[in-house]
Each structure stands twice: as C-alpha cells, then as structure tokens.
C-alpha cells in the first residue's frame, strides 16, 4: 500500500543520512585529533575542553590502606569502600552500594542533591564491618568521582562547568563540587577529606592501569559518553604549571561535546537537540550515549505513525512521550533473535501501548533500531581512533622488537550490555586500523573500575603520604 511505501522510505532515508562509511569515519577521527591538537592548546580553543585533571601518576599497585570512593554522574551513584593492601595483598576486600538518584533531585538545588549524597555515604561508613581497618587518629579519605565537566584547580578541587545528561541545578555551575560536597558531610557530622576529584573518565584510566601496565585510554559509553588518555606533558601548551616528574598528564577529553561537519546529523537528531535541556551542546554524545538512542528511535517512530500511519490510523499518544522508549528496551528489540519477534511486540505493546503489530512492523522496528545502534556505534570507533592517533598508537608499533600493547578501559553500561553496538564498535574499529595494529589494540571491559579508581588516586593523594 502507499502507505508502506511511504513508512520503508523514511526508512530508506534515514539509513542514507545515517551512513558512515570508512572514508567518512576517517573525516571524523582526523577532525577529533585536530580538535585534541586545538583543545591543548589553548583554554577554549575547541568545543573539546581536553581538561588537566592533575593526574599526574597513575596506580602504581604499592597503595595500602582504608579508602572510599562516591560515584556521581548517572541514573545511580555508588559508595565503595576498599582495603589496599599494597604489591603482596592488592584489593584485600572491597564492598559497595548503589543507590539510585531521585529524579527531583536532578533539577533541583544543589544542597539537597549534596545533603542527600552525604546522607548516604554517612550511612554506608556507620554500617563498617571489622574487616576494614582505619588507623587510630586518621580521618577516612575519599575519592570523588564527579562525571560531569569540571575545571580543575587542583587534584582534589575543582569548579562545576555545566551540568549534562538530564541533571540541571540551580546554582552550582562555577561553585566548587569538593566544597560543597564538604560542607554536606559536615551537616552530617561526617568527617572525612576528600582526597581526589576525579572525572569518572580518570577513575576508569586508574582503576584499568592497577591491573594492567598497558592501560592507556578509558572510554565511558554509559548514560553519557566520554574519553580520557595518558597525553606527554610537554604536548600540553596551555599547562603552565611545573612539568611533572613522570612527564605524563592525564586529561578528560570531554569528548560528548565534539562536534563537526563531518558527523551525519538527521533532522531527528537537529528536533533532539533543539527540545533537549542543553541545546547546541554535548553533540557527540546524543549521536552515541545510552541517553539519547532509544529517544532518536522513538522519534523515527513517531515520524512513520505521522506520516505513514505505521501503527494504524492514529498517532499512538505515547509514542509522542520523549524519552519513553528507553536505550535498554531499544536493546532488547533489536537483540530479539525469536521468529515472530516477540520481544518487538511486547516492547512496543507495553511501552508505547501498541498492539497487534504486523511481523512486517516489527521488523521495521529492529531497522530502525540497527540503523541508530550502529552509527552511534560506529561514531565511537572513529572518536577512539582519533585518540589513538593523538597517541601514535594507531599503526603496529615495534617497542624493540616487541609489539607495543594498547589498552583502553571502558566502561558503562551501553558497552556493557548493547552487544551489537559493542560487536559493531570493535569491527569497525579493526576495519579502521587493520589487522596487523588491531592484534595489538585491546578494549578491555572494566566495569565501575571508577570507583576503586577514584579510591586508588585517594591513596596517592593521601595527606599522610
Ligand atoms: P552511568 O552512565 O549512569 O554512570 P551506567 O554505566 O551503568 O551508568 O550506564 C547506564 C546506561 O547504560 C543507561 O542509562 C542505559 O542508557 C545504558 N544501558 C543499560 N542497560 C542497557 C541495555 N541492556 N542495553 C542498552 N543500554 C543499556
Ligand atoms: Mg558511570
């Protein structure tokens, strides 16, 4: 029917303007190195911020001792205390817990948000068992994984940039997150010191570098997306500061926000940005992050019940509903392997309240799915060969004759549990650099490796070292 004609050729249309071939993922991945170049460069010389994050040294495995960690940047935010026990004992014993973020509190003040954090990590040290063990005389020390934009001041300060991913509160932007979280414990009669503020970014760097020497990158593809790597000092002309002992600096790209005329952008993705709470901003990371993906497939949807009646003659009132459609349940339709997609139908029976759904329906609806899946996917790829070029590290390099090993930690549960996007990211990634190279490069899974990461840096930057 015409009707079908019409719904397969906005299908059609999507999948053009969606494309990405090699040659324009090599335009993106030269565009993010030049953009690294221009970010070091100079404070605001590129949408990418390429921020100092003071880390200077990465674990070195010797940390011993009681440290916490507090990680805030999501749907979640997780406590985690570990026992270090140094070369001979590593991780003696780790526990943590995760509390979700009541969504009034991510648009509301910020003291309530913070009372509201240091309420529950007063909580979680009060419920300490014996096995961990704090010196006498020695306040608790912890690591602050902030996953959102700061400008440092030093390793354990720094000034709020603006928030993203949904969270939007009065008056915290340019105060000091470490000073606020502070003064939060300090109404709860919590003494502790925050010893390291860390973007969630530099918490997976550490964490990854802990248990392997060849971590040199972390990625984030979660409820946001971002990237952090290991830069040479001297390579950093806006830093004016004393050049470090190690000659390395650690810097948190911030890469959500890149953005060029080389990336595919949708009319879908223009309505996106436009109704989102950060208009113009974060760019890279609605084409990618968890956030946003199940929202552009939504959108799609909406356009081929408008304009093709695809779920009957009326638009079901749901479907207009932003941010109904969830990146998980996106998942689950597109990872539906039954024959008469049964998943799709449910999904789509119980989140936007369509049914009886056609096979044919059902499988325009995967269509869509793996058209937004895997360009965000394959966008990544480009943004981690970008960083990989920055490095030098995107040809087979010989380290005297030994093959010079790459790690990039990632974490977040996009990456985690969208497998096609996962499977999609390495592919094209090994198409990009070619077998030879791939062989050396590893993308290493390290789940909220933040969190001991963030403790580890704690340890370093401890005030009885
Ligand atoms: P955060 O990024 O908030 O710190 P996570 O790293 O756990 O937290 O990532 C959570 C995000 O991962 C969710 O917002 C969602 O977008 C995405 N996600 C979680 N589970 C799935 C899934 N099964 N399929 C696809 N995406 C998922
Ligand atoms: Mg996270």
New binding site residues.
């Given amino acids: 029917s015409g009707r079908w004609a019409r719904a397969v050729a906005i299908l059609k249309e999507l999948e053009e303007k969606c494309a990405t071939p090699i040659g324009k993922l090599r335009q993106v991945a030269d565009a993010m190195t030049v953009e690294m170049h221009a970010g070091l460069a100079s404070e605001g010389g590129s949408k990418l911020k390429m921020l100092i994050s003071y880390v200077d040294n990465l674990p070195t495995g010797d940390e011993t001792g009681l440290f916490y960690a507090l990680d805030l ?4 935010f997780r406590v985690l205390r570990v026992q270090l026990g140094g070369k001979e004992g590593h991780v003696v014993k780790q526990e943590f817990e995760e509390v979700s973020i009541p969504p009034n509190l991510m648009v509301g003040r910020s003291s309530e948000l913070f009372d509201f954090i240091a309420a529950e990590l007063a909580k979680f040290v009060a419920s300490e068992g014996e096995e961990f063990h704090l010196p006498a005389g020695r306040q608790r020390e912890l690591g602050f994984t902030f ?1 959102f934009p700061v400008k440092q001041t030093s390793i354990s300060s720094g000034t709020l940039i603006k928030w993203t991913k949904g969270f939007a509160i009065d008056g915290t932007v340019g105060e000091d997150v470490v000073a606020e979280l502070t003064k939060a414990m300090e109404r709860q009669g919590l003494d502790m010191r925050v010893s390291a503020l860390v973007n ?1 970014t530099i918490g997976t760097l550490a964490g990854g570098r802990y248990y392997d020497n060849d971590v040199v990158a972390a990625v ?1 593809l ?3 997306t971002n990237a952090a790597y290991v830069e040479r000092a001297h390579a950093i002309p806006k830093w004016h500061g004393l050049l470090p002992k190690s000659g390395e600096m650690v810097i948190n790209m911030e890469w959500g926000n890149f953005r060029s005329s080389h990336l595919p952008l949708t009319e879908y993705d223009q309505a996106l940005d436009l109704e989102s709470l950060n208009p113009g901003e974060q760019i890279f990371e609605k084409l990618i ?3 946003y993906l199940g929202e552009l497939v939504r959108r799609v949807l909406l356009k081929m019940a408008e304009e093709a009646a695809l779920f009957g003659d009326s638009v079901p009132p749901k479907l207009e509903i932003q941010f109904i459609l ?3 349940d ?3 339709m597109h990872h539906d392997t039954s024959s008469d997609l049964r998943v799709v139908g449910t999904k789509l029976k119980e989140i936007l309240g369509i049914s009886n759904t056609s096979l044919k329906t059902r499988k325009l609806v995967v269509e869509v799915c793996d058209i937004i899946a895997k360009r965000g996917a394959r966008l990544a790829a480009a943004g981690i060969l970008g960083v990989l070029k920055k490095q030098g590290r995107d040809s087979a390099a010989r380290d005297g004759g030994e093959m010079q090993r790459t790690v990039i930690a990632m ?4 990456y985690e ?2 497998t096609i996007f996962s499977n999609c990211l390495e592919t094209t990634l090994k198409e990009m650099i070619g077998e030879e190279a791939a062989a050396s490069i590893v993308i290493k899974l390290a789940t909220d490796g933040s969190g001991i990461g963030a403790a580890l840096l704690a340890a370093s930057h401890s005030q009885y070292l």
């Fill in positions: 940047g999501g749907t979640n996953s969630d984030i979660g409820t946001g992050s968890g956030m969830r990146t998980p996106m998942s689950a974490d977040g549960g996009l549990h969208y």
